[in-house]
């Protein structure tokens, strides 16, 4: 019986045991966003920003150009690590899909929600393939509004609570959000992980982001990870940005 199908007590316990994690180790609550297409240049980033950065996420461009050596890199260098894969397929599909990445070690996959056969589809299979990890149990998100959507009549309150409930319904262990969505999310599923990118110290640029916020504008919110790429990557001086970062995270609730 996967952990999936085993029901919300274990499914809760779980959730328990990862919150405990990001308490007692702010760097975990910190994502770094790999957005290279090259294993080597990724590894560095990742190396040179381990001091801050627990959590190294692994999106489509690095994962389509390395495939998933690069998920075992980071796993063997002490990542915990964030398939940022929005997997959106049929729930064969992704479920077999999800089981391969669950094998690789990753602690976080993100699969869309709007399809929520599918997202429950790929919470068992990414609990199925971990297993045979030995690690502890990971998290699918869901991915519930792209931050860089203007907030637009498409986007409705009722849409949001939807798919926040539809993560609940899946057993999801968290979603994915901006800072702004985290009040309607957490009203609807209190219990579940809230991962928000578009998160930028003040006065940083926001590039393609429609809807960023500061760190403590997403902490304040609710957030429990925070997904940061060129703000550290494109800053002049990285270690002094997540130096920063991590030192907002410190005393901060989880
Ligand atoms: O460089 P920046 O901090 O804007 O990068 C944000 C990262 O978060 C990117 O890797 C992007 O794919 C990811 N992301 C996002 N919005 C979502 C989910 C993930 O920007 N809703």
Redesign the pocket.
Known sequence: MTEAQAGPATRGSALLAARARLATDPRQRL?L???VDDSVVAMRWALRLRPWFGVA?V???LFSATGPSVVAELVEAGFSVFA?L?LADIPNTNRKAARVIGGLGASYL?VHSFAPASLRAGVEGFAEGAQSTGLPPPQVLA???????PDEPGTTRAQLEGRARAAQEAGCGGV???AADLSVVRAVAPELLA?V????PAGAP????VR?ATPAEALRAGADLL????????APDPEVVAAELLAELVGAPA
């Open positions: 994502v966003a790999l957005d996420k999106g489509m461009e940022d929005k993100t991915v519930t509004v792209l931050t860089s959507e994915v959000c901006a991962a990118p578009g998160v930028r926001a590039h393609d982001q960023v997904v940061v790429g060129r703000a550290v990557t494109a």
